[in-house]
């Protein structure tokens, strides 16, 4: 139990173009996900916290407008890159919220970019 | 404020045993272990509650000091599967929207 996936696993696209991760729930609803970003050796970086039905809420720093979140289903969660550059190079990685006597965050396989 | 994970790496060989601190500087509702392997996405492995509760998975078990806002993670007779990054999050409140902090991370290598 407790499976997320996310897709694509790598995406490689050229400066000024949008890119959309999604982050699916296999087996469980999740209202709340999150998404990190992570870069070599380093470790997970929190940006935002997706919410179904209502607004992400982004950590100081994140640009709202330049990672937009959706949070459409109990299942499914986007994160867009809008006009991407190369720094935006980096390894993405969502989680979801799974209940029980204490929540658990449950990983999905990550998302490499590669901004050319 | 990002919880402190000791050592930052550590080489082992086969069968021997490696600790895992996590320190934090404010009090903490509960910690939550994850391995990670190069270029994967991090494992859940287990999660303490307040209350000094050890946990024990297979050979890999954890402890939580609430006094001391710290976390050990202890790996007993360690394989080489045991090889990875191990971070813990830490969460400072019930109800925090489940929202963790993690640590620097500790790398772990484990030698045949």
């Known amino acids: 139990g407790a499976v997320v996936s996310q897709h694509p696993s790598r995406v490689i696209c050229k400066s000024g173009t949008s890119v959309k991760i999604e982050c699916r729930s296999l087996?469980?609803?999740?209202?709340?996900m999150f998404w990190y970003r992570q870069f070599p050796k380093q470790s997970l970086m929190l940006m935002a916290t997706s919410n179904e039905g209502s607004k992400a809420t982004y950590e100081q720093g994140v640009e709202k407008d330049k990672f937009l979140i959706n949070h459409a289903s109990l299942t499914l969660s986007t994160l867009t890159v809008t006009s991407a550059h190369p720094e935006d190079s980096s390894f993405y990685i969502c989680s979801a919220l799974a209940g029980g006597r204490v929540e658990t965050q449950y990983f999905g396989p990550g998302t490499r970019l590669l901004v050319l | 404020q990002q919880p402190v994970q000791s050592p930052q790496a550590v080489i082992l060989r086969e069968g021997e045993d490696a600790v895992i601190n996590c320190s934090s500087s404010k009090a903490l509702y509960s910690v939550h272990w994850y391995r990670q392997k190069h270029g994967e996405a991090p494992v859940f492995l287990m999660i303490l509650l307040k209350g000094g509760e050890q946990k024990g998975h297979d050979k890999i078990s954890a402890s939580f000091n609430e006094k001391k806002q710290q976390s050990s993670l202890y790996l007993t007779a360690s394989q080489l599967s045991y090889s990875g990054t191990y971070f813990c999050?830490?969460?400072?409140?019930?109800?925090?929207?489940?929202?963790?902090?993690f640590g620097q991370g500790t790398t772990l290598q484990v030698k045949p």
């Open positions: 999050g830490t969460e400072l409140s019930p109800g925090n929207t489940g929202k963790l902090i």
């Open positions: 087996d469980f609803q999740a209202t709340t």
